[in-house]
């Protein structure tokens, strides 16, 4: 399977712990963005790196909220202090900055925060 | 603010028949868009894409069409299949990076 992977694809935790997800992009992607989507809504972007520079940060992206590309491969994205209005999917999706703009999305991995 | 719209929260179409999915943006910076679909429990899977140099963009039984002086875009199904029903979302690229995507339509089709 070549596609974008993500990990766990649930997660159930409670309000004040911290989590962390995984993302495992398409091989040889240079781009790697995260988004967020909540019930009845599209999915929003939160962040992307370019290689291992994260390049741009969303508003929505609090303190609370980071994320790291280390290696340029894959990326985690760690949330310290869980809220209930962090209950999500956390959707990551890769792009190669050459060949167009389609973004490949992953499974996702939903957050309920209890 | 809500840059990309899709006004209709769902839709019901004849199997065969044609779906029509419309979009609406505000930023008049946006000059690429996406369609993309999702079913329950994946993530987004690309569709089709245009970019605003273009009116139309056709694949298979996929069309969207670009209305920029109206800020419209359109995605057209024909004809419809079962394996149609589905989310659809309309995303538009700001700065060539991140996505704004709608809200989403909900197309189900009908045998």
């Known amino acids: 399977d070549t596609g974008v992977s993500q990990d766990p694809r649930h997660k159930i935790t409670k309000r004040g712990q911290n989590v962390t997800f995984r993302c495992d992009p398409i091989?040889?992607?240079?781009?790697l963005y995260w988004y967020r989507q909540t019930l009845g809504q599209g999915p929003e972007f939160l962040t992307y790196f370019q290689n291992e520079a994260q390049l741009e940060k969303s508003r929505l992206l609090s303190d609370r909220f980071s994320a790291e590309r280390p290696k340029g491969s894959f990326s985690t994205l760690e949330i310290q202090r869980t809220e209930q209005g962090d209950s999500a999917m956390y959707l990551c999706?890769?792009?190669?900055?050459?060949?167009?703009?389609?973004?490949?999305f992953g499974p996702g991995t939903r957050l309920t925060v209890l | 603010d809500q840059q990309v719209k899709q006004n209709s929260p769902s839709l019901s179409v004849q199997e065969g028949r044609i779906s029509i999915l419309n979009c609406d943006y505000t930023?008049?910076?946006?000059?690429?868009f996406l369609w993309y679909k999702k079913y329950p429990a994946e993530g987004p899977t690309f569709l089709i894409s245009i970019s605003s140099i273009k009116d139309k963009n056709e694949d298979g039984r996929f069309t969207v069409f670009l209305n920029k002086s109206a800020k419209h875009l359109s995605l057209h199904i024909v004809p419809s299949q079962p394996g149609d029903s589905a989310v659809y979302f309309c995303?538009?690229?700001?700065?060539?990076?991140?996505?704004?995507f709608g809200q989403g339509t909900r197309l189900t089709i009908n045998p």
């Open positions: 930023n008049s910076m946006f000059d690429y």
């Open positions: 999706a890769s792009s190669l900055v050459l060949e167009g703009n389609e973004q490949f």
């Open positions: 091989s040889e992607h240079n781009r």
């Open positions: 995303a538009a690229f700001q700065g060539a990076q991140k996505l704004v």
